[in-house]
T-cell receptor, first 112, second 112 residues
Framework: SAVISQKPSRDICQRGTSLTIQCQVDSQVTMMFWYRQQPGQSLTLIATANQGSEATYESGFVIDKFPISRPNLTFSTLTVSNMSPEDSSIYLC?????????FGSGTRLTVV | SQQGEEDPQALSIQEGENATMNCSYKTSINNLQWYRQNSGRGLVHLILIRSNEREKHSGRLRVTLDTSKKSSSLLITASRAADTASYFCATDSTDSWGKLQFGAGTQVVVTP
């Protein structure tokens, strides 16, 4: 399966600021996704990161709050904008290809 | 939104006992997967069962899938303290390959 490097692993941020999370994949993959896991909850899909075009967002998530870039088939970023304490969560990227499904190690975000 | 429902929400057993958890889902699927997560850390992929399969084994894990009932079960035999974790089912629907819908999760505690 693919190998994903996700950075940062954790961060503590002030409210009102933004944080950009990066995921680097060791091979080209078509399908790349971003998930959020709120404290004590399961994972919820934020969006599909599309290479060369705008991301496709799930219900309840908007581009202004979670802008996503996908400049090529091995890299994507998720920005959490204008953060509030409610954004404190684990954010994970994921890829799916013929070899299976792989998740990044996650970014634990705490907003104070 | 989460597609899967899992039960029980929490399970406490002693080492050596078996642990069984169930997952139900709503749509047609390509496959169903089970993941483990230790203390809010990264996801560990345990097993994938395809929609045309009914049962699958991997070490101490046994997964069943009943597509007519849209349900799956995960059995962990001879549990160990190291099995203490949260377990999530996730489905890959036929209309959106690669995007996973996660169940609410079962928190398993195995005491020595």
């Amino acid at each position: 399966s693919a190998v994903i490097s996700q950075k940062p692993s954790r961060d503590i941020c002030q409210r009102g600021t933004s944080l950009t999370i990066q995921c680097q994949v060791d091979s080209q993959v078509t399908m790349m996704f971003w998930y959020r896991q709120q404290p004590g909850q399961s994972l919820t899909l934020i969006a599909t990161a599309n290479q060369g075009s705008e991301a496709t967002y799930e219900s309840g998530f908007v581009i202004d709050k979670f802008p996503i870039s996908r400049p090529n088939l091995t890299f994507s970023t998720l920005t959490v904008s204008n953060m509030s304490p409610e954004d404190s969560s684990i954010y994970l990227c994921s890829v799916a290809d013929s070899r299976g499904y792989t998740f990044g190690s996650g970014t634990r975000l705490t907003v104070v | 939104s989460q597609q899967g429902e899992e039960d029980p929400q929490a399970l406490s057993i002693q080492e050596g006992e078996n642990a069984t958890m169930n997952c139900s889902y709503k749509t047609s699927i390509n496959n169903l997967q089970w993941y483990r997560q230790n203390s809010g850390r990264g996801l560990v992929h345990l097993i994938l069962i395809r929609s045309n399969e009914r049962e699958k084994h991997s070490g101490r894990l046994r997964v069943t899938l009943d597509t007519s009932k849209k349900s799956s079960s995960l059995l962990i035999t001879a549990s160990r303290a190291a099995d203490t974790a949260s377990y999530f089912c996730a489905t890959d629907s036929t209309d959106s390959w690669g995007k996973l819908q996660f169940g609410a999760g079962t928190q398993v505690v195995v005491t020595p």
